[in-house]
């Protein structure tokens, strides 16, 4: 169960990137570095707003709708978040703070209002492991955020239309996947429930909205300090890196959290870390390579993807945010799961201050020193702060197991593969696109091998029961 809903989510996810891949390519030759730069700030700010908004409610979703046992919380949810857009005004006046101006603000908010909306919907459906539907909604926003944005760009090349576009795009997925989530949901405002509601959840949301800002912090240091040009520049190189690399992590977490739950309600502590061992391999064994082998082609994929503008810092600081990524996947699809497990939502908030302090005052320094290319050094800093943090404090909550064996296999494979993509990438004397195919297939088939030669996540095993399966398929196909 969890591969085959890993599965399907990593499939809509993965489409997702490469239409994100997609618009980056389109965008960042449509708009200016600073058109840009405004609108992915928005973005960035939007994200913080919205992590505000919606994560009172995570948990309650998690731990109760994926239960699957008759608890509907979706009427306590919407008028919950209704309530809480009540700050809309206030985020206006926040995002002129911070250096938006008065349209990017606003359309900022606005967006912020649609991803709260999105992503509490994503997550109804999540809990009930209904993948499939996330498919269509996840696949419905990024077409419509690429289809739009390109829109916009011909009405006027401006940083706030395209965060306009953006917010459609989401309000149609929302629709989408609407029938399935909310049919049937009496509104109803529960003032005990909400209280309630409100007081487990403040620990979770304060650490989920300051991870949110720390994750911002480095961009805008970046637009104040040297401008919006220059944050436009090493945004596109970062967003470039997560939209690639973490859509496979939180394919597989989003399968493997609700399970979780689930287990340890109904089979207990030994089952549920069983579980949990599987799951962080299989996580790592997603991550590892993807993380290692973008780091190697990242000024291939630079000169790919991105505009002439954007492609000389790109180069420079991609590398350097793939590796940062791999302790962020670890933090917060695996090692976070133990907080959820052990309702110590207070060492959220713990884990997410010691990463924003470090980001903070890694980036005053280091963009200070180094300029752009510093702000990258300083996130990795963060992300290692962070992971650390994090393993300390799962200690004390669920202990949640680190197979050190397994892991350092993937470790191991992970390794030899970078290492191979890289000398192979010193021989060859292709376009960057060319180099992109080649390396990327030379890297994927030599962890291939390596994965059955050290039987990373159980991977012979797997491979038989699929070989088991298909030959059983064909089996009944040709004996009808």
């Not at 890993?6 to 997702?16: D, E, Y």
């Not at 349209?103 to 908010?109: D, N, S």
């Not at 991609?318 to 962020?328: E, G, L, S, T």
């Amino acid at each position: 169960m969890l591969i085959g809903q890993a599965s399907i989510n990593l499939s809509a996810n993965i489409l997702s990137a490469l239409l994100g891949l997609l618009s980056v390519f389109i965008f960042t030759r449509l708009f200016s570095p600073h058109d840009y730069g405004v609108y992915l700030l928005g973005v960035g700010f939007a994200s913080v707003i919205s992590t505000f908004l919606a994560g009172w409610f995570r948990n309650l979703i998690l731990s109760g709708h994926a239960r699957n046992d008759g608890t509907d919380v979706r009427g306590l949810v919407i008028s919950g978040y209704l309530i809480c857009c009540l700050v809309a005004p206030a985020a206006y006046g926040l995002g002129r703070l911070v250096g938006l101006d008065a349209m990017a603000a606003m359309a900022a908010v606005a967006l912020a209002v649609a991803i709260g909306l999105f992503e509490l919907t994503q997550d109804l459906v999540r809990a009930r492991l209904l993948a499939v539907t996330v498919m269509k909604a996840t696949l419905v926003r990024a077409v419509a955020a690429l289809g739009l944005g390109a829109a916009m760009a011909f009405l006027g090349p401006a940083g706030y239309l395209l965060l306009a576009s953006s917010t459609l795009a989401y309000l149609l997925a929302v629709l989408v996947q609407s029938p399935t989530a909310w049919r049937g949901t009496i509104v109803k405002f529960d003032g005990a429930g909400l209280m309630a509601l409100a007081k487990q959840g403040l620990p979770l949301t304060l650490s989920l909205t300051l991870l949110a800002v720390s994750s911002v912090t480095d961009r805008f240091m970046i637009a104040n300090l040297v401008g919006a040009a220059d944050a436009g520049r090493y945004i596109a190189g970062l967003d470039l890196v997560r939209q690639t690399l973490m859509m496979p992590a939180i394919s597989a977490a989003a399968a493997f959290f609700p399970l979780a739950v689930q287990i340890y309600a109904n089979q207990g502590h030994a089952a549920v870390r069983s579980h949990l061992g599987e799951c962080v391999e299989l996580l790592l064994s997603i991550t590892l390579p993807a993380c290692l082998g973008f780091a190697v082609i990242a000024p291939h994929v630079a000169n790919v993807v991105l505009g002439v503008e954007f492609r000389a810092i790109a180069a420079q600081t991609m590398p350097i945010v793939a590796v940062a990524v791999i302790f962020q996947i670890l933090t917060q699809q695996y090692l976070h799961v133990s907080f959820l497990l052990s309702a110590r939502n207070s060492f959220y908030l713990v884990n997410t201050a010691s990463i924003i302090a470090a980001n903070v005052i890694l980036s005053y320094v280091l963009i200070g020193q180094y300029g752009t290319v510093g702000a990258a050094w300083a996130r990795l800093g963060a992300d290692l702060v962070g992971f650390f943090g994090a393993l300390v404090l799962s200690r004390r909550a669920f202990s949640i197991p680190i197979p050190l064996g397994r892991l350092a296999l993937t470790v191991i494979a992970g390794l030899l593969m970078a290492l191979l993509v890289g000398a192979l990438d010193r021989y060859l004397h292709v376009s960057d696109l060319t180099a992109c195919l080649v390396l990327t297939f030379a890297g994927l088939a030599s962890y291939i091998a390596l994965c059955w030669l050290l039987d990373i996540s159980h991977a012979r095993a797997r491979l038989k029961l699929c070989l088991i399966f298909f030959r059983t398929k064909f089996a009944n196909t040709g004996a009808r």
